[in-house]
Nanobody
Framework: QAQLVESGGGLVQPGESLRLSCTAS????????MGWYRQAPGKQRELVAR????????????VYVDSVKGRFTISRDNAKATLYLQMNSLKPEDTAIYYC?????????WGQGTQVTVSP
């Protein structure tokens, strides 16, 4: 089964930016809609953004949760089996552990995630 490894998190001040990466081992990355999820302390994991496969598997499109629209951009490099999340204008409420995974009912085992902390 494919494994997911997230990276790029850190401690930043409000208004700053981070770029998260997720590398998927194994085959099949290019075939699936992928998503970035986050889980804040005491809250359930939520889907932040998703992106369709693109390339020969179909059109490329992305969808965002309202709270990050205009600030976050999801992208992917199918040749590198890597998913990205560019996060700009970060807010304290963006503080969470961020995970990547497939979108829908074909979830893989969750990786360890990458911690994002936004604090003055």
């Amino acid at each position: 089964q494919a494994q997911l490894v997230e990276s790029g998190g850190g401690l930043v001040q409000p208004g700053e930016s981070l770029r998260l990466s997720c590398t998927a081992s194994g085959s099949g990355f290019r075939l699936y809609t992928m998503g970035w999820y986050r889980q804040a302390p005491g809250k359930q994991r939520e889907l932040v953004a998703r992106i369709t496969p693109g390339g020969s598997a179909g059109y490329l499109d992305s969808v965002y949760v309202d709270s990050v629209k205009g600030r976050f951009t999801i992208s992917r490099d199918n040749a590198k089996a890597t998913l990205y999340l560019q996060m700009n204008s970060l807010k304290p409420e963006d503080t969470a552990i961020y995970y990547c995974n497939r979108y829908g009912n074909t979830l893989l085992s969750w990786g360890q995630g990458t911690q994002v902390t936004v604090s003055p």
